[in-house]
């Protein structure tokens, strides 16, 4: 559903990525790791449009999106779940699931609607609120059904569980596996690192900007000194 090849990204002529290389097959979940300032969130950014590529390419489902706008790219398929979620806090639950699918034809928003609140029983509850003044974890539901308004096949979240408390994370965690399941391919950037190993089946760590490991979870996790040396874990914490 994704490839990744070679991608050398950044801000101006500040490079932030340099030559990361992945691939992301349909019903399936790649975690993206590593420490603060790894260059994570400039990959999953770049891959949505919102940061310069420098060199390399991305692919979605066999087309090259590379120089494509991030609005194209959502119409091909492609969402994102931002970091710190950034809804629109002054406006209503289905305000905010509107805007999700506004560039999209009208006559599915109610299908659209009804799949978010089926994921989210407790979006359905509060639809009239004010998202902002819903909890951290309604909160983060309510960026993964926007995003899912706009029927994605390539889900983009960048730090699900952020301030998140256990049980909200537990929630979110859930709604991807379920969309997994139904088939979506899914790129997860996780300060939670044993969450999401748990989770993925395949895992690309970076360093600096650059790729130190590429291969499947179980291996990323029977891997001591990357757990140790780039993911801040020790054996007890992953026992």
Known sequence: MLRVEGLSCGYGAIRAVSDVSFVVPERSILALLGPNGAGKTSTIMAIMGHVDVHAGRVLFDGAEVTRRRAV?????????????????????????????????PADRDRAKRDRV??????????????AGSMSGGEQQMLAIGRALMAEPRLLL???????????????????LLKLRDEGMAILLVEQNTSRALAIADTVCVLSSGSVVFAGSAREARDDRELLMRFLGMTERRQA
Do not use: W
């Open 117 to 130: 609140f089926a994921l989210f029983p407790r979006l359905h509850e509060r639809r009239s609120q004010v």
């Open 72 to 104: 194209e790219r959502a119409r091909l398929g492609v969402a994102l779940v931002p970091e710190g979620r950034q809804i629109f806090a002054d406006l209503s639950v289905d305000e905010n699931l509107t805007i999700g699918g506004y560039s999209f």
């Open 157 to 175: 979240v960048d730090e699900l569980s952020l301030g998140l408390m256990p049980k909200m994370v537990d929630t979110c965690i859930d709604s």
